[in-house]
Each structure stands twice: as C-alpha cells, then as structure tokens.
C-alpha cells in the first residue's frame, strides 16, 4: 500500500510539472507572435485592398470578371481610333472594379498586329496592366484576340493577325473580307491550320505566333496578377477536317508555353457555331481541339443571350458536354444578352447581326444567366465589356467616357449595367446584393 501511495504522489507531480511546462511555452509562443506582429512594416491602404480582394479571390472558387479593351495593345493597323485614351485609365478602372469586392479578375484582349504596329507602345502598356493589377489585387487572363481575322482583310472593323500574313494580295485583298462567310477568310484560315501560312523569309505562321506569346508571357509571368493566357479567341473553322488541326496547333503552342509558365492556359471554341452546319460542331469534334497535355488547361466560350431554350441552350448544352468529354473545366470569356437579325452581307450572304435598339440586359436577365452558369459549374466567367471606346450597344459598356469642353481631360462614369453585373455577380455566388442591407460574405 505505501509503495502504491509514494507512486500516486510521483505521478501527480510529474503531471504538475508537465502542465506547467505546457503553459509556459504556450505564453512564450504568443509573446513571440506579438513581437513578430510588432516588426511588420505597416500596411499601405492600397496594399490592404490588395489583401482583401487576395483573400476574396481565394474564398471564391468561380473566377467572375468582366473583358477590357487597352489602347496600344488594341490599335489596328489599318486604322487609327477616334477617340481619346483617358489619363489613368488603369489605375481608375481597376480601383473601381476592385471596389465591387466580387469582381477578381479581367479578361484582358490584345492582339498580334498592335504589337507589330508599335511594339514597345504595346509592351509598355501590357506591363502598365499587370502593375496595376498587382497593385489592386486583380486577375488578368491574357486574350490573344482577333476579330474577322485582321485589320488587312476588313479594314473597317477587324483587328487581328499581322498584314504581313496576307503578302498574296491576289488570294488575299486588302479589304477582302475577314468574316467566317468571306472566301478570303475561308482560303486563309484554311491555310493556317495545313501550317502553311508564312513569311516572307519562310517561318511559319504558327512560329511566329509563338514567339510573340513568349514575348508576352516573359513579360507578366512573374506577376502575382496573372491568371492564365487564351491562345487565340473564337478561330475559324471550314472543313470538318480542320478540328484535329486545331488541336495539333493548341497542343503546340501550349507545350511550348509550358517551358514558361505553369499559369492556367486556356483555349478557345470555334466560330462559326451553326448547329447545322456541314462542319459538325458537336461536342466530339469540339473535343478535338484539346491540347494534348491538359494540365490547368480550361476550354473557354462566349454565350451572348439568356440560356433558357432554343439556341442559346442548345448551345450552352454542347460546350457543357464538350467540356465533360475533354475533361476540362469551362470559361465563359463572354458573356452579355443580344438581339440578332438576319441580313446579307457585301457576297449575298446571309449573316445574323446584332440588333443594336433591341439589344439590352436588366438585373432579371443578367442573374438568370448567371444563375445558369454556377448550376453547370463553370471555371469563370467574364462580361463583355469595359472600353473607353463608346459602342452603339449600350448594354456592350460597361463605362461611359465624358470629355470636359474646357480643359479637355476625359474622365470615366459606370454605367447602370455595371451595377447590374455586380449585383447579379454577388446574388448568385454568395455574397448579398449591395442593395441588401445584409453582412457581406467578402470583404
């Protein structure tokens, strides 16, 4: 029995001690954060914005961003804009976006022949972008982008490839069309998947190409802003044998790229996409175009109306299947509600363009389709759009840009849409309408 006693009296005290042990270190380890704390230099407003909206970024597993339009990475070689670059066009446009609390990247275009019509402008301005971005805690998707193919085939209204491309004026005219519904088009486009597209000193087209997107990447790579690159938006497709080209190219380009950035690489759908047409756009062939090595690889499209019936969720229903057959997430690069009207176009070819007085989303709309993209469950999506560029769309702007008469300078104003976009962006992903008087989710 005493032996039992002295042991009991043994134990207690080793207990003791070990409790005791434990707090010590437990205040020793709080006095450490403390001083730790204490030797942080202090935080800047606009460093703790970008902590905030960092942190935003992390809690919300769905990208939710809008497209933007810069000036030097945007200007054709054919024309010149009209209207004047507002001061602080960054700086003003992300502050306010970041201000939203929901809105964590942008889906920024560029392209190829701006960078060749004034290269160092452009690069200057690309890395203006990913500073500013840095400094306000925003995301940027690169788009490599082309409208109508270039400037050199639709003078007017397309912006793109390089003219240099289009050395064969017999084949390819100046101003001979650079739409899916154009011969020019058909014929370039068709040579540009058989990889035989070239310069005058016999490179070709998709080399060159690579090497711009290398300059690019060597550019924003080391950015904490940088989300990811498009390879190239909405190409053209004419045969049904073009699909597989295509993802001979995306699986060029994106191993190549591989060698610079491990970022998120994103590819993107075809245009045109007829349901009927005789170059099958269905989800198999779809899938083809599918890079090889599909690493943080993301299958990006553009929906302009509401999902509900008809074409616009026959659509939706095929790059959702495609996506689930190439086993890649999806992007919405754009997205917004339009009204189309057939018409013909200078070959008496019948062509849907947009109908600018019918053409408008309200907050109805615009949660609705956002509401069909989270039930799918989507990688991101991004509204088109925020230019200082007006546009007969009013819906296709999200700002307005005012110059004073006086002292000439420009300044810029959201417009309703924008609200509209935010509030629809907060109601379906969690975070209560600004409307609502409700704690917010971020921030």
Known sequence: ????????????????????????????????????????????GESLKSIKNQTMQESNETHLGVNMRGYYTSMPQSRDFKFPFPDNYYDTSFKELSKANIIDHVRYRYYWESYVRNSSAFLNEIEEVANTADKYGLKIVYDNHQFHTSSWLNPSRGTGFPSFLFADTVIYPQDGGGTAKSTAAQVWWTKWWDRSIKSINGTDGWTLQLNFLKRIVSIVDKHPSTLGYEILSEPQVHNVDQWSKIGKYNSFMTDELRGLTNKTIIYSMNIPIDLKSPIKVNAENLAKMIPQNKENVVFKFSLYGIPSDGYQNEKLDLFENTSKLAGVPIYIGEWNNVKRVATYNEEGKLIWTIDETLSDINQAQANKIVGKFKEIGIWGLAFWEWSFVPNDTPNFNLVNVTSNKVTGKETMQTTEYFKIIENAYKEIFGQTSVISSSTPKFG
């Open 1 to 44: 029995m005493w032996y039992n006693f002295i042991l009991n009296k043994y134990n207690l005290r080793f207990t003791v001690l070990c409790l005791a042990a434990i707090t010590f270190l437990f205040i020793l380890s709080n006095q450490s954060l403390i001083l730790i704390s204490a030797q942080q230099p202090p935080t800047t």
